[in-house]
């Protein structure tokens, strides 16, 4: 379901940013292939392509 959705998102988006405070989350979003970020506004990102 995420792979359909990240398929569908890089149509309109470069990037998709999220944040989670859960470790069981950060790890299924870098196993969804996100980077982890150390960042203000983001705690995972994905390049998605669509520029």
Do not use: I, P, W
Request: glycine share 4%; charged share 20%; hydrophobic share 40%.
């Amino acid at each position: 379901m995420v792979h359909q959705l990240l398929e569908n998102a890089a149509v309109h988006f470069y990037q998709v940013r999220l944040s989670t405070d859960s470790s069981e989350a950060a790890a299924f979003y870098l196993r969804c292939g996100f980077d982890q970020v150390a960042d203000d506004t983001a705690t995972h990102t994905k390049t998605l392509g669509h520029s």
